[in-house]
């Protein structure tokens, strides 16, 4: 059974950055696509993120620019780091692969 665990999130100020982190169980990360989601208060999740194979990578939406995926089929994971994090970044970010989500991890960014 494939199972995802986002990790990472936590309390932040204006400006600063994080790195969330989704370790993939129960299979190998290989050449699938991994998506990072994220969903706001009150809105549907949207995609933020997406790690194809052959390191080839798409940034959609309000975190374009400031945000790098990465993946490392060593550690079977696939990390996202954001940067210059606004306020209104807050939100419970997931990843999906494998048709599979994780429960998410929440980011909360202070002004």
């Known amino acids: 059974q494939v199972r995802l665990v986002e990790s990472g999130g936590g309390l932040v100020q204006a400006g600063e950055s994080l790195t969330l982190s989704c370790a993939v169980f129960?299979?190998?990360?290989?050449?699938?696509?991994v998506n990072w989601y994220r969903q706001l208060p009150t809105a549907g999740r949207e995609l933020v993120a997406r790690s194809f194979s052959g390191s080839r990578t798409l940034y959609v939406g309000p975190l374009k620019g400031r945000v790098v995926i990465s993946r490392d089929n060593l550690r079977n994971r696939v990390q996202m780091r954001v940067d210059s994090l606004k306020p209104e970044d807050t939100a419970v970010y997931f990843c999906?692969?494998?048709?599979?989500w994780g429960q998410g991890t929440q980011v909360t960014v202070s002004s």
């Open positions: 999906n692969a494998l048709d599979v």
């Open positions: 129960g299979s190998a990360l290989g050449d699938n696509t």
